[in-house]
């Protein structure tokens, strides 16, 4: 064989290698940037007592320009083509609590991603009507006790649910604290609230500090979230009618 022949041979080759690999299989199938995104919400009273119609709830993908859905009445939603990745997602519904999902992450999965169910509570019908300091002590130890009343006057069917929220700044509120407390079921009016003296320190108080103490009527199911943007927690189903806030010094 001539070197002439050899090296035509393997220019030819070369070629057909070449032309091989910039060749498109038509059988090839792009791998899909997007899938399905469900979940189910369930609605509930600002009680205790969860609804049977759970439609209305609008679910909007917030990063995402002009994408949301409705809830049907079993609280099923569904997006059919949500890019792959991380998403934020808020939950709405008029007379009910926002709620907001952030970092939510839509995967490549047979079934498309489901969501946990959320709970969604209403707004809290439960008002502080009147709020004063009673003494220095709490459950017979030192501390801060408080005598409060709410509407409607509540009764063993029909309970109020309120939140403390206190802090060393007069302007203590539901987005100015240092501490809150878990919601705290009500169960007649004039009652005595409070805290003990190691229950605030342990907050992060000081013997000798000047606190703020502010109340809220609250829903048992609060959609409550932390909001990564400001770094503080959100309370969405709070009764922003209350009275002013009352102060007390740390024993």
């Known amino acids: 064989m001539s070197k002439r022949y050899y090296h035509l041979c393997l220019v030819a ?23 399905a995104l469900s979940g189910t919400v369930q609605l509930w009273d600002d009680k205790t007592s969860t609804l049977a119609d759970n439609s209305g709830v609008i679910v909007t993908v917030d990063d995402l320009t002009g994408v949301s859905t409705t809830t049907d009445a079993a609280g099923k939603y569904s997006f059919a083509n949500i ?3 991380l998403h934020d997602l808020t939950m709405s519904k008029a007379g ?5 999902l952030f970092g939510v992450s839509n995967t490549s999965s047979t079934n498309g991603t489901i969501l946990p169910a959320t709970q969604l ?9 009147s709020l004063t300091l009673s003494g220095n002590t709490y459950n017979g130890t030192s501390g801060v006790s ?15 649910y309120v939140r403390y929220f206190l802090s060393t700044d007069p302007a203590v509120s539901s987005t100015n604290y240092m501490y809150t407390s878990a919601v705290v079921s009500v169960l007649n009016n004039n009652v005595t609230g409070g805290f003990a003296k190691e229950d605030l320190l342990t907050a992060g108080f000081k013997s000798g500090q000047t606190v703020y103490l502010r109340l ?9 979230y932390v909001d990564p943007n400001v770094g503080t927690r959100v309370f969405p189903n709070l009764n922003l009618t209350t009275v002013g806030a009352v102060s007390f010094l740390v024993p």
């Open 96 to 100: 009910y609590g926002t709620y907001r």
């Open 216 to 224: 809220y009527g609250e829903s048992i199911q609060s959609n409550t």
């Open 121 to 129: 509570g209403k707004l809290a019908t439960t008002t502080v009507i």
């Open 83 to 85: 890019a792959y990745g």
């Open 13 to 35: 080759l070369l070629g057909l290698i070449f032309l091989s690999a910039c060749t498109t299989n038509s059988n090839d199938t792009p791998s899909p940037v997007g899938g």
């Open 146 to 160: 408080v005598l409060y009343s709410i509407a409607p006057v509540p009764i063993a069917t029909n309970r109020g």
